[in-house]
């Protein structure tokens, strides 16, 4: 079991940026792959970004590429999501979530992942 809890989230003016972190729970952390994903109003969820367990591999949409950062630190059982140069479509529901290290390669679905977070929610103003 992985518990999830995510944090950062806020209201931003457009062009700036936020620190999403995802603080888990349970002595497996590192063993999991670990996504972000958002969910705006009307919408489905999408796929943000991903990272391998040990961090060294990394995914990206295209909507946030070169503006995101996805990271991880191990020792402190947490995932970061570094956002810069925001815009209003970024407005969402962020969640964080756990996929076993075997389903890597469906990193983007949200089918591969077992565990999720309860969501903050981040709002980019014009």
């Known amino acids: 079991q992985v518990q999830l809890v995510e944090s950062g989230g806020g209201l931003v003016q457009a062009g700036g940026s936020l620190r999403l972190s995802c603080a888990a729970s349970?002595?497996?952390?590192?063993?999991?792959?670990m996504g972000w994903f958002r969910q705006a109003p009307g919408k489905e969820r999408e796929f943000v970004a991903a990272?391998?367990?040990?961090?060294?591999?990394?995914y990206y949409a295209d909507s946030v590429k070169g503006r995101f950062t996805i990271s991880r630190d191990n020792a402190m059982n947490t995932v970061y999501l570094q956002m810069n140069s925001l815009k209003p479509e970024d407005t969402a529901v962020y969640y964080c979530a756990a996929a076993p290290s075997s389903r890597w390669s469906m990193a983007l679905r949200v089918t591969a992942y077992d565990y999720w977070g309860q969501g903050t929610q981040v709002t980019v103003s014009s």
């Open positions: 990272i391998s367990w040990s961090g060294g591999r990394t």
């Open positions: 349970g002595r497996t952390f590192s063993s999991y792959a």
